[in-house]
């Protein structure tokens, strides 16, 4: 007879629980992604919209703040956490990587995929990533691909006030100008507006949040490529006046908590939850 074997009980997560960090809004777009593939996992999501933006910091300030937010993960028992900030990435990820015990993801640039398809690429980021070496060594990895790299160093911030405060914004004033054939979204607070910015450029546009949730699948031993399920209706992944999160398992931390009941609790949702 076959001898069947299962994983031993201990090895396996039922719930896990994942810390999800950005300075603001942002990593709400990997969030939605991470609850599509995990809906069973119990998610912290940390939002320093208290101190957004990180564009124009240095490097020790961001590692600073991402400390504290590892250290409220930490105290909630994480079994992983994901730095869903592509500034705080390059700034500090190998170092909370060192320092803590859970493993830390970061975001990489969707530049991978966008140059398997695309040879003339605009890569937006803030000016932090922009001038990054991380940045820099991934887009020599694609020496057939022509990269351009805009910093925007009002956008994110003004993506913080536009869900925050309801404050009016004009994306197009952001965006440069550019002949392309492909667009890397460098920054989470830019995927947001992913189908805006595609019909601006009229090319398609490449973001890190799937590629970063099943990274976190994997990691958590939970899932595989063939068992993920594929993004429902991805065309209209945002939407507004709805109060879901918190029913989908997600706490909130963070120090802007009036900002962030109103923009997490009250304003914004993604449809496909
Ligand atoms: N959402 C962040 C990123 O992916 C940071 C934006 C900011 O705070 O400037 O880079």
Redesign the pocket.
């Known amino acids: 007879m076959q001898k069947l074997s299962f994983p031993a009980p201990e090895n396996v997560l039922l719930q896990p629980k994942v810390g999800v960090f950005?300075?603001?809004v942002?990593?709400l777009s990997v969030l939605a992604a991470c609850v599509r593939l995990l809906p069973q996992a119990r998610f912290f999501y940390y939002g320093d919209n208290a101190h957004?933006?990180?564009?124009e910091m240095r490097a020790e300030e961001i590692a600073r703040r991402v400390r504290r937010a590892m250290r409220a993960f930490r105290a909630r028992r994480v079994n992983a956490a994901v730095i869903?900030?592509?500034?705080?990435t390059a700034a500090c990820a190998e170092e909370m990587r060192a320092e803590f015990c859970f493993p830390v993801l970061g975001?990489e640039p969707a530049v991978a995929p966008a140059a398997r398809v695309c040879r003339n690429v605009l890569v937006l980021?803030?000016p932090?990533?922009a001038q990054s070496a991380r940045l820099h060594a991934l887009l020599a990895r694609f020496p057939d691909c022509r990269f351009t790299v805009a910093a925007l160093p009002r956008l994110?911030?003004a993506v913080?006030r536009y869900f925050a405060c309801g404050k009016r914004l004009t994306l197009f004033d952001h965006l440069p100008r550019a002949a392309c054939d492909g667009v890397v979204l460098?920054?989470?607070?830019y995927a947001l507006f992913r189908d805006e910015i595609a019909a601006f450029y009229g090319v398609p546009v490449f973001d890190g949040a799937e590629g970063t949730a099943r990274r976190l699948c994997r990691v958590l031993g939970v899932g595989t490529d063939d068992h993920l399920r594929p993004t429902q209706n991805p065309n209209k992944r945002f939407t507004k006046s709805c109060n879901k999160w918190g029913e989908k398992g997600v706490v909130f931390l963070g120090n802007g908590k009036k900002v962030n009941k109103y923009a997490y609790n009250s304003n914004i949702c993604f449809t496909n939850f």
């Open positions: 950005d300075s603001g942002g990593g957004a933006p990180y564009g869903a900030c592509n500034t705080a975001m980021a803030t932090f990533t994110a911030a913080e460098g920054c989470t607070h």
